[in-house]
């Protein structure tokens, strides 16, 4: 019997997509073919199961919950399999065995009202634990040597996934205060030129209002260190004919030293408010970002636009209507979504109509 709500072929589909995107650039293409293949397998095998289950009563969120979990172990530990060095025709037993423990392990939290949080660890601890079992049986039967048996067991593509985050995290964070301390080196753009909101003062330092070809050579300046989406995000925010004043200026060479730098840390000063702060991508901010889209448009325009998309992007809708994040859609999916319905209702609005001339 189907869940209303919970297509598996299509979620799989969407899960295997993910996959093909996801797997290391280093695998040739039936080791590709393999992680994609085999997290495809066991998602549709785990779907088809729910669904056919009627003793199981899952709705949809369950449904989704399982099943993801076995694609997301399934892609982490088929890739670690293809690095273990056990040879191929050896991989699917150990998968199998993997899969079914998940299976089993997360319909048991769910029936027993295990939270979430609990049921992952729970499942980690014996994913892991499984995996292990089954190199060790796979040693014992003489079918691999003890080196190959011990580099399998220390593969974790998961834990590699994860470090691979914390450094880009902290690539980030450096070089945001990288960019903070050039910021405390150096472009205050004046508030009545830009509109952007007032700094706090800095005594004996701010720019003379009238000394316009100063503060817009040294905006310029900045401009040029930016990269070209976010120079652009702060040319929008000047009438045309300044934007296009900066963008010749931005082009005189050596520029900079036409430029004061107490002109040049004014500037920055004031970009700092003009830039738009990079949101965290999390289920929180997703929810904010549809609640902005339904305090701003009609709930038919915004129905409109999905009523030919898939379930899960309709659940998608739906649920972050409701305040919840729907499970079955991943982050950067979410973040597609949202924007896919920003630039959808800001393409049929109506055109404003402009402002007749005073009559008489």
């Known amino acids: 019997m189907a869940i209303e709500g919970f297509d598996y072929k299509e979620f799989a589909q969407?899960?295997?997509?993910?996959?093909?995107?996801?797997?290391?650039?280093?695998?040739?293409?039936?080791?590709?073919?393999?992680?994609?293949?085999?997290?495809t397998n066991f998602?549709?095998?785990?779907?088809?199961?729910?669904?056919?289950?009627?003793?199981?009563?899952?709705?949809?969120?369950q449904a989704v919950f399982v099943t993801q979990i076995i694609a997301e172990w399934s892609f982490h530990k088929s890739i670690d399999l293809v690095h273990s060095g056990i040879m191929p025709e050896h991989w699917d037993g150990?998968?199998?065995?993997?899969a079914f423990t998940i299976f089993e392990i997360a319909k048991q939290a769910i029936q027993k009202n295990i939270p979430q949080d609990k049921t992952l660890q729970l499942i980690?601890?014996?994913v892991d634990k499984t995996y292990k079992e089954a190199i060790e049986d796979l040693e014992k039967r003489g079918i691999i040597s003890s080196e190959i048996s011990q580099q399998a067991a220390s593969q974790s593509n998961i834990d590699d996934m994860a470090r691979q985050v914390q450094e880009q995290e902290e690539a980030e964070r450096a070089a945001a205060e990288a960019q903070a301390q050039a910021q405390a080196q150096a472009p205050d753009i004046p508030?009545?030129?830009?509109?952007?909101?007032?700094?706090?003062?800095?005594?004996?330092?701010?720019?003379?209002?009238?000394?316009?070809?100063?503060?817009?050579k040294a905006?310029?300046?900045?401009?040029?260190?930016?990269d070209k989406k976010r120079a652009d995000e702060v040319l929008s925010q000047f009438s045309p004919e300044v934007a296009d004043e900066l963008k010749k200026l931005a082009k005189t060479p050596r520029l900079e030293e036409q430029v004061d730098l107490r002109v040049a840390k004014q500037?920055?000063?004031?970009?700092?408010?003009?830039l738009p702060k990079k949101k965290k991508l999390s289920q929180d901010n997703m929810i904010r970002e549809m609640d902005k889209i339904f305090q701003t448009h009609q709930m038919e325009d915004v129905e409109s636009i999905v009523k030919s998309e898939r379930p899960f992007v309709k659940r998608f809708v739906s649920q972050s209507y409701e305040g919840d994040y729907y499970q079955g859609v991943p982050l950067r999916v979410a973040k597609i979504l949202v924007s896919y319905m920003k630039d959808n209702l800001k393409q049929n609005e109506p055109p404003k109509n402009p402002e007749q001339p005073p009559e008489g």
């Open 43 to 61: 998602t549709l095998l785990a779907g088809e199961a729910i669904s056919n289950d009627t003793k199981l009563n899952f709705n949809a969120d």
């Open 267 to 274: 500037c920055l000063e004031d970009l700092k408010f003009i």
């Open 219 to 226: 905006v310029a300046m900045v401009l040029k260190l930016l």
């Open 124 to 126: 980690e601890h014996h």
């Open 94 to 98: 150990v998968m199998q065995k993997i």
């Open 14 to 39: 969407m899960m295997s997509s993910q996959a093909g995107e996801l797997v290391p650039k280093n695998f040739n293409d039936m080791q590709k073919d393999y992680v994609v293949k085999t997290l």
């Open 191 to 216: 508030h009545e030129t830009v509109g952007a909101p007032p700094a706090p003062a800095q005594t004996g330092t701010r720019v003379a209002a009238g000394d316009r070809p100063m503060r817009l």
